[in-house]
């Protein structure tokens, strides 16, 4: 795996994603936000790691096409209005 500082993985096992801040030949240091907003930096074997898939959250999207759907709506009520009292 040829990871650099800034990526992102995760323990094979799962858990909390972690940044990659530092690679040597077979390790990496990891940084990671603990449940209760602790900072842990820790070195870890290359073996227990993957890449980590970063998707964009439902809620991120949903907010996006919600916006899009008010705006359909008001210029649909205000082509209504328009078109009631022509």
């Known amino acids: 795996m040829d990871?650099?500082?800034g990526d992102v993985?995760?323990?094979k096992s799962g858990g909390?994603?972690?940044?990659?801040?530092e690679v040597d030949e077979e390790t990496i240091v990891g940084l990671w936000m603990g449940s209760e907003g602790e900072l842990f930096r820790e070195t870890l074997p290359l073996a227990v790691?993957?890449?980590a898939e970063i998707d964009v959250s439902d809620d991120e999207e949903g907010d996006d096409e919600e916006e899009g759907e008010e705006?359909?709506?008001?210029?649909?009520?205000?082509?209504g209005h328009k078109g009631k009292a022509a």
């Open 71 to 79: 705006e359909d709506e008001d210029e649909e009520e205000e082509h």
């Open 3 to 5: 990871l650099k500082p």
């Open 16 to 21: 909390h994603p972690i940044t990659v801040a």
């Open 9 to 11: 993985v995760i323990l």
């Open 49 to 51: 790691l993957e890449l």
